[in-house]
């Protein structure tokens, strides 16, 4: 068998945690790992340490990971790091990781980290245990990860018992944020130099664009509207911004000119697959609801309880969707307030 | 006629289309009849589905990429009165066929096709998850030496949910009159129906052969189908490709149950309904008794005819494919077809394919009719039992 | 690498799958069941097919369909056949079996090497069973070739070289452009496939359509392929909890629903608050 680049005997007692950034903070994703890192180490005896990739204005982002955990930070500073390319975060974590030759590498499950995690390891020649969501710590600081396959209907456990680092992405949102930390032993930056070529870096951002609607076929979240909310499709656009979504419809509405035909979900409009689809006032008829079927959660609100939507609903509120989704936006508007300010 | 000289002639088209209309193209001598009496006319004012033209155009060999060949419901009402017997839905099929050679098809189109071919369903629901409306029910696996018919569901009433109650009506009918059925389960091919209305004849070819394989192995003889459009299939198309079974529509098969004393209704359901004939129960197979029989044999309902019935009924909108093509608003014969009921003053819109329900649910309460219910034959029998 | 021509060599990697809710753990043996699954071709390979198919129907060029697995996933390649790719190279051999995303990707670059030169791989954003997403930078990081993932739209440029990919972000949209050659990973759904085309199938289904690559056709060191090249261990499964729908109803007023479901929001969101 082919061996990594090194090995467990090489490796260092340290669970290294990729901290991806956000403008001015660190994803949450990235704190949350240092949450569970954290718990992990601990039950081994080992240092928790995070990896941060830059160019300015680290600091604040130090104190965020040290808060919630970590014994020391590797930092390298580079202008080629100033925003997330593959090719220069990859050459560059690859140096740092070689330089402190950890024995766990984790890293969020976002569209970058996986991309990063992806080329990392098959530079380290190690293995890597995708999506995880969960993981364990067993004996001899061997990790264990859990992930699903068969959309979702099969659990694997995974481990990487030989190579170093044994690496893991972990989906947002899979471990609790822990309250900050105020006692610390120690807090150690260490930096580490890199080298990066200008010339490696090939990867050209051609176009950024904030807050165009994106396409509903590949919202994370989709909010529906159907006749029972009587063309009050401006609350649903509410709520829907909130989560970070958009809106759909069921043909009615559609029909009745309340909004773009572009928007119709079901047999003869589109076929969507979020994350979550909130369903507000329709009926439920199959030719909408394959529209839904992909959906990974799906949340109802009807008044008749006898409708068929609640069929093919993970959650069911019988009750006036004018009414519900006000209150909503209100519990999720506060809710957003506790959370940036605790 | 003037117009005809700029158009570009292709005779390698027209030769194509002559031979896969096996001639019928060639019949057609323009007098217009078929325009008239689209339904399309009466929802599209001032530009009709201009069926004469397309067909000149398309024995011309003009190249078509018209959209309009996508309109066609395959309702029958045209040739019905064709003086030439034209078979106007298969042309249109036809030209839909090379549209999808020239890849000019409607967007979602391939979908449906992909779905017959991954899922065995044009409606994306998975394969294994067919035999689920029949949860609770007793329904056993189809057995030659047990059974005297395959109960064929069809792919509408195995996932439908609305759909589903009419196979779950039509299971409890056939145990009241003690027939001896089984289904096929997961294993029960799709008819290809919607491979045929949207014009891919070879695939559809296939899918045909397929069942009718899949029929063979299981020693089937006669099955009985829920939805007209898998009975018209079947007992028109089969045929072609050496089936050796028989195919009937449901109401066929319980209108002799009735005849032969072996169904009875006792239970009164006081109703006013009137009975819409689906296109290819009526128009298509001249069955336009059968569900009048049964409906006619429930004590206590009443059944009053639309003003336009039987050769003349109005179609609904939902045959040939347009089940998967999306129509605007005002252009829906649903909510032409359930005016017609409502002006009978009745409670019960009755018909007896899947389809139609589908869209005359949707046009009750697009055009405001709460108190004017859309039920299946099948679902009225049910209630007059036990 | 010299380019004869301005026509691009398309790879598209594509993966045969079982229908995923046909698939179980069996409560004994904690055991893979898929015996009596039906497969189908990994549903966003079709789309990434589609792309390769529209490239080649603007510029030219070839589509080659590659596969690494067992002999039985031939004929659903074939499909890609006669969508209108080029040609299959299926990689088959029992020394393949059981490789995780490391021998996986070594041996489809190992592949990709031998068909070189080639401008563009495309493969699915993930696969339906393993669903790891790793496949794509894993690729690309062997080949040493630049990297777009998750795109839902893609524009080739031939004259410069170059490939522009679209991918969604939060509240938005990126447009990232790379020099060729480069991997694509796209976004299921993102266009419609074109369905077969009933005249190239018999065409498709000519024996010499597919090239199937043993480990001793293709220049692969054992240690990487297979389990052997394979640092990761499965050490349990476990069928997952129902996939069905729940269908749990909740109560309240307005105040206490709303309280619960943005509960329960937080808890398959983690991006909102
Ligand atoms: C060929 C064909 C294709 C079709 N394609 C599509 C398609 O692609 N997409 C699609 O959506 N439909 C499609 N349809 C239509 C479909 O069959 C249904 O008619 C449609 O989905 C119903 O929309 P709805 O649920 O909004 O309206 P309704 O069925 O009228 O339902 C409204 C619901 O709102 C509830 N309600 C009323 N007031 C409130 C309130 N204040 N709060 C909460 N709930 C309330 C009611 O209880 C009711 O259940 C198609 C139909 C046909 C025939
Ligand atoms: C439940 C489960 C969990 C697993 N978890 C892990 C894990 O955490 N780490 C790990 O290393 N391995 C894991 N594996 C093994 C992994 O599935 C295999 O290595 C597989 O060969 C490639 O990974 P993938 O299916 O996740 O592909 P993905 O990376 O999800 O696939 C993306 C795209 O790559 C292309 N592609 C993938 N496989 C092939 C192929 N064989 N031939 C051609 N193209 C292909 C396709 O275009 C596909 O759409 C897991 C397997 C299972 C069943
Ligand atoms: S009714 Fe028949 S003959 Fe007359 S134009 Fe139409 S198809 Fe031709
Ligand atoms: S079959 Fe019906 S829809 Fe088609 S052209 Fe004839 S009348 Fe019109």
């Not at chain 1, 006692?183 to 807050?211: C, F, N, P």
């Not at chain 1, 003869?268 to 394959?290: H, Y």
């Not at chain 2, 109650?165 to 409890?172: D, I, P, S």
Request: aromatic share 8%; hydrophobic share 40%.
């Amino acid at each position: 068998m082919a061996t990594s680049l090194y090995g467990a005997s090489e490796a260092q007692d340290v669970i290294c945690v990729f901290l991806e950034r956000e403008g001015d903070t660190l994803q949450r994703v990235s704190l949350e790992l240092l949450s569970k890192g954290r718990e992990l180490a601990d039950e081994v005896g080992w240092k928790l340490a995070g990896l941060l990739l830059g160019y300015y204005r680290m600091l604040p982002l130090m104190g965020q990971a040290f808060e919630v955990g970590a014994d020391e930070i590797w930092v390298a500073e580079h202008p080629l790091l100033k925003t997330f390319t593959v090719e220069a975060y990859t050459s560059a974590a690859f140096q740092v990781i070689m330089n402190r030759k950890p024995s766990i590498f984790l890293c969020g499950a976002t569209p970058n980290g996986r991309d990063l995690a992806g080329r990392l390891a098959v530079k380290l020649r190690t293995g890597l245990t995708a999506d995880c969501t969960d993981l364990r710590m067993r004996e001899g600081g061997i990790l264990v990860g859990e992930v699903t396959g068969f959309g979702g209907g099969v659990l694997a456990l995974i481990k990487t018992p030989q190579h170093r680092p044994q690496m893991a992405t972990v989906r947002p949102g899979v471990f609790p944020l822990k309250p900050p930390r105020t006692e610390r032993v120690s807090r150690a930056v260490e930096i580490i130099s890199v080298t990066l070529d200008e010339a490696q870096v090939r990867t050209r951002v051609v176009e950024q664009v904030v807050g165009r609607g994106a396409d509903i076929t590949q919202s994370p979240v989709v909010v529906v509207g159907g006749r029972g909310i009587q063309g009050r499709f401006d609350l649903l656009r509410q709520l829907a911004e909130l989560l970070g979504g958009e809106v759909g419809a069921t043909r009615p509405p559609v029909d009745s000119g309340q909004i773009e035909r572009e928007r119709q979900v079901g047999q003869t409009g589109v076929v969507c697959r979020p994350k979550v689809a909130i369903v507000c006032g329709a009926s439920g008829a199959f030719q909408f609801t394959v529209g839904i079927q992909h959906a990974d959660t799906v949340i109802a609100i009807n008044t008749d309880p006898e409708a068929p939507i609640f069929e093919t609903a993970d959650y069911g509120v019988v009750g006036d969707a004018l009414q519900i989704v006000p209150a909503l936006i209100e519990a999720l508007r506060n809710s957003r307030v506790a959370v940036t300010s605790g | 006629m003037t117009q005809v000289e700029h158009l570009t002639v292709d005779d390698a088209r027209w030769d194509t289309l002559f031979e896969r209309t096996r001639g019928a193209v060639a019949l057609c001598y323009q007098c217009g009849v078929c325009t008239a009496l689209c339904p399309w006319g009466q929802v599209r004012e001032g530009k009709p589905l201009s069926v004469r033209s397309l067909l000149r155009r398309a024995q011309l060999g003009v190249p078509d990429d018209h959209e309009d060949i996508w309109l066609c419901t395959a309702c029958a009402q045209c040739e019905s009165l064709c003086p030439r017997g034209v078979p106007v839905a298969e042309v249109f099929q036809s030209l839909r066929g090379m549209a999808w050679e020239e890849r000019r098809v409607p967007k979602g189109l391939p979908s449906v096709l992909w779905s017959i071919y991954w899922n065995n369903n044009p409606w994306s629901q998975p394969p294994s998850h067919r035999s689920r409306w029949a949860k609770g029910l007793e329904v056993p696996r189809f057995d030659p030496s047990e059974h005297e018919v395959l109960y064929y569901v069809g792919c509408t009433a195995a996932y439908d949910r609305r759909a589903q109650k009419v196979a779950r009506a039509l299971v409890k009918l056939f145990q009241a009159a003690g027939v001896r059925f089984g289904t096929l389960g997961d294993e029960e091919p799709c008819c290809g129906d919607a491979a045929k209305s949207l014009g891919y004849t070879p695939y559809f070819e296939e899918i045909v052969q397929n069942a009718a394989q899949v029929f063979a192995q299981n020693g089937v003889r006669r099955l009985v189908a829920t939805s007209p459009h898998c009975f018209d299939t079947f007992r028109n198309y089969a045929p072609r490709y050496q089936a050796d079974f028989e195919a009937e529509h449901y109401t066929q098969f319980l209108d002799r149950c009735l005849s032969e004393g072996r169904l009875r209704f006792s239970r009164e359901v006081p109703l006013r309904v009137t009975f819409h004939d689906p296109c290819f129960l009526g128009r298509r197979n001249d069955e336009y008794e059968a569900p009048r029989r049964i409906l006619d044999a429930i004590p206590g309902l009443e059944r009053v005819e639309m003003a336009r019935s039987r050769q003349d009924a109005l179609c609904c909108g939902g045959g040939g494919g347009r089940m998967w093509m999306e129509t605007s608003a005002g252009e829906r014969f649903a909510n032409l077809r359930v005016q017609d009921a409502l002006a009978t003053g009745v409670q019960v819109l009755v018909t007896a394919c899947p389809f139609c329900i589908a869209c005359f649910e949707e046009s009750v309460k697009a055009v405001g009719a709460p108190n004017l219910r859309v039920m299946d034959v099948a679902e009225l029998a049910a209630m007059a039992i036990e | 690498m010299t380019y004869a021509t301005n026509e691009p060599h398309l790879v598209v990697c594509v993966k045969v799958v079982p229908k995923p809710e046909e698939v179980r753990v069996d409560p004994q043996s904690r055991r893979l069941d898929r015996a009596g699954a039906r497969s189908e071709i990994n549903p966003p390979d079709l789309n990434a097919v589609e792309f390769a198919l529209q490239i080649k129907d603007r510029f030219g060029g070839k589509v080659s369909i590659l596969s690494m697995g067992p002999p039985f996933f031939e004929p659903y390649l074939r499909i890609c056949l006669a969508m209108g790719a080029d040609h299959v190279y299926l990689l088959s051999d029992r020394l393949f079996g059981g490789a995780d995303t490391l021998a996986t990707t070594y041996t489809l670059a190992q592949a990709v090497r031998r068909l070189e030169p080639v401008d563009l791989v495309l493969c699915g954003e993930e696969s339906s069973d393993g669903a790891t997403g790793q496949v794509p930078p894993g690729l690309a990081e062997w080949l040493g070739y630049q990297q777009i993932t998750l795109v839902n739209d893609i524009e080739m440029d031939m004259s410069r070289r170059t490939v522009r990919g679209r991918r969604e972000r939060q509240g938005g949209y990126e447009i990232l452009e790379v020099p060729l050659p480069a991997v694509i990973s796209v976004k299921t759904g993102c266009n419609e496939p074109r369905f077969w085309d009933y005249r190239l199938k018999p065409w498709a289904f000519a024996p010499e359509r597919v090239t199937v690559w043993s480990a001793s056709d293709m220049d692969v060191d054992p240690e990487f392929i297979g389990l052997a090249g394979s640092p990761t261990q499965v050490v349990g499964l476990e069928q997952a909890p129902s996939r069905e729908r729940k269908r749990i109803m909740l109560s309240g007023s307005p105040q206490e629903v709303a309280q619960q479901l943005a509960a329960r929001l937080r808890e398959v969101l983690p991006l909102v608050p």
